[in-house]
């Protein structure tokens, strides 16, 4: 029983994670294409917000046992975005709010999470997981991984300059932020390449 309404509340909570970050992919690109780039921040910014916040439950998953994820890549993953979206583009918005790379960085983060969550989905399904889907969850990244990490890195740059208004120390502690993205990327893309080399084996298999 114990299974099942755990298999039932992840199946939920991968949905509406997909359907929230398929409105922030929709919303970025409509935006850009109606109003222009310049205004993806003032209409986005808060819903990516409290979105991208939502994911802190995943690390709760890993530490209860309802995923097999391994905690320091969720932790890395997580903890880099709570930093963008809030002491970044939510206390220092003039790092992001005229910024391009905030564009390139939601889209590299929604089509990211999308198919992410569309995988989750299927695959809490039982009924498998379509091809085009896991060929785009472990593919994808080769692109979407260094556009999101140099966009974030833009970002955190960005607010080097007025980071001292908010704290003299910040400054000194985003410069450090940014040494740490060399490791941290490295670990998240070796990451994906193991699972990917897995997800290889296991088609092979079958």
């Keep these: 029983m114990a299974t099942t309404y755990k298999t039932a509340y992840l199946q939920l909570y991968n949905f509406l994670s997909l ?3 398929f409105a922030v992919l929709v919303r970025v690109v409509l935006i850009t294409q109606v109003a222009g780039w310049r205004h993806v921040y003032e209409v986005n910014e808060e819903f990516v917000r409290w979105t991208q916040s939502a994911m802190m439950l995943e690390i709760g998953h890993v530490l209860f046992g309802f995923v ?4 320091l890549t969720t932790l890395i993953q997580i903890g880099s975005r709570i930093l963008l979206v809030w002491p970044i583009a939510y206390w220092i918005p003039s790092a992001t709010s005229t910024n391009p790379f905030y564009v390139t960085m939601l889209l590299a983060w929604s089509i990211t999470e999308v198919v992410r969550y569309a995988y989750f989905v299927f695959q ?16 994808t990244f080769f692109i979407l991984y260094p556009l999101g990490i140099v966009s974030e890195c833009a970002c955190i740059y960005s607010a080097i300059a007025d980071a001292g ?18 490791p941290g990327s490295y670990v998240m893309y070796t990451h994906m390449m193991k699972q990917r080399r897995k997800a290889a084996r296991g088609k092979q298999k079958i």
């Design 19 to 21: 359907l929230a970050w």
């Design 165 to 182: 208004n908010l704290h003299p120390a910040l400054p000194a502690a985003l410069y450090a932020i940014l040494a740490i993205y060399v």
């Design 124 to 139: 809490l399904s039982g009924r498998g997981v379509p091809g085009f889907i896991q060929g785009l969850r472990y593919n």
């Design 68 to 71: 097999r994820s391994a905690l």
